[in-house]
């Protein structure tokens, strides 16, 4: 079976509702890419649904232990603005990462988009969290659907 890469990408704002379906469906939908092959797992460091994806593929390394975490960030200093509570998850999921790359030292018009890009390129499948069809995550899932990724969006397991 050839190894396979999975990216994640959502939105930094979610409704309570969804936030209490997306952990299950997350860790369904890691554990059927691991299944099927997949060994690295990259999120962005975002707050939201970068940061729940990237805890919960920390949860499934419990069940399938070949499976990595690799973070794929802006900026040193993305979270310098963040709540300390945001900020305290971010630094768990980076002392727990198998890898973190930095693409820049400090934050720069363009960073994010950047990182997006880094996070499709040489990826075989996106997940997402898309319920808009504007923002960093519709550029995003659209950059992955040109790249020729499968795209599975969570949100429409929600309807």
Not at 19 to 34: G, H, S, T, V
Request: with cysteine; net charge negative.
């Amino acid at each position: 079976m050839q190894e396979r890469t999975v990216c994640f990408t959502g939105h930094r704002q979610i409704s309570p509702a969804h936030m209490m379906a997306l952990p299950a469906l997350l860790k369904a939908e890691i554990a059927k890419q691991a299944e099927a092959g997949a060994v690295h797992f990259r999120a962005g460091g975002a707050i939201g649904f970068d940061t729940l994806a990237a805890l919960c593929v920390l949860e499934q390394k419990k069940q399938y232990p070949q499976i990595k975490l690799d973070l794929i960030l802006p900026c040193r200093d993305q979270d310098a603005a963040w709540s300390e509570q945001d900020r305290y998850a971010y630094a768990f999921v980076l002392s727990e990462a198998d890898s973190v790359t930095y693409l820049r030292d400090r934050y720069a018009e363009g960073c994010m988009l950047q990182r997006d890009r880094r996070l499709v390129e040489g990826s075989d499948v996106c997940v997402a969290f898309l319920t808009k069809n504007s923002g960093g995550t519709a550029y995003t899932a659209a950059y992955a659907l040109k790249s020729g990724l499968e795209f599975v969006n969570l949100f429409d397991g929600m309807m």
